[in-house]
């Protein structure tokens, strides 16, 4: 089990009070002007749209317009049992995220456009909300964070391939964050005064071959990506097990 799974729900109960503030205030604005039948046909056409969104917090709205559609049609007060449209159970088991998984890594290569697009989408939204550059690295890490917790949740209405879209855009929204936190940037800065890149050069100087003067990553870097492949390579092997 990865620690992952142990990390505490209040994340995603966070995220789904937001989504459940959001939600209200959509039926409210389209019931004052609609009648109930239209509102819920146009709530049941902003979650299916949501859904094919690889945002994680698009993900969970879109199950609270869901529901509040479903609240409409039975004739209840839309979204009146609160955060229970995603929270009226326990965060899914390990074995029910690992099904999601082997779904999620036969679909085949990684979107390394669309994870870039959706990492950007996701900073410009926040932007707009942290105009600080401290303040934007901690809510990216943030997000990043909500989006490793929810990419292979069953509860989620998302396909496969905008789950793993969800997956590889976490690595790149945590590089913005780094690149964004104060700390890390004047670490990289000192790193690139000239009395410091003449100490890196020197000690780059191969003593067998020239494979030593190879650019190398930050090791934050390589981690990222790593746990993603290892991810990846952990549900290949499930699957090839499961067809065996």
Not at 57 to 76: C, I, K, M, T, Y
Not at 182 to 201: E, G, I, L, N, Y
Request: with cysteine; hydrophobic share 45%; glycine share 4%.
């Amino acid at each position: 089990m990865s620690t992952r799974d142990a990390v505490p729900a209040d994340i995603v109960a966070a995220a789904s009070i937001d989504a459940l503030m959001a939600a209200r205030w959509e039926c409210e604005d389209l019931l004052s002007r609609r009648p109930p039948a239209s509102t819920r046909d146009l709530l049941l056409g902003h979650a299916a749209e949501l859904a094919s969104s690889p945002i994680a917090r698009d993900q969970v709205l879109s199950r609270a317009l869901d529901a509040a559609a479903a609240d409409l049609e039975a004739g209840r007060p839309p979204l009146d049992a609160g955060v229970a449209f995603l929270l009226r159970e326990q965060s899914p088991c390990a074995k029910a995220r690992e099904r999601v998984r082997e779904q999620v890594f036969r679909h085949g290569g990684v979107p390394a456009r669309a994870s870039d697009d959706a990492a950007a989408e996701l900073e410009r939204r926040v932007r707009a909300e942290c105009p600080a550059d401290h303040e934007l690295s901690e809510r990216l890490a943030r997000e990043a964070h909500l989006q490793e917790v929810l990419w292979d949740d069953p509860r989620l209405p998302a396909e496969t391939h905008t789950r793993l879209i969800m997956l590889c855009a976490v690595p790149k929204v945590i590089e913005r964050a780094l690149a964004l936190d104060p700390s890390h940037a004047r670490f990289a800065r000192r790193q690139d005064a000239p009395r410091q890149r003449r100490k890196r050069a020197l000690a780059l100087i191969p003593q067998r071959g020239p494979s030593a003067l190879a650019p190398q990553r930050p090791r934050w870097f390589i981690a990222a990506w790593l746990w993603v492949l290892g991810l990846m390579a952990a549900g290949a092997t499930g699957w090839i097990l499961l067809e065996a």
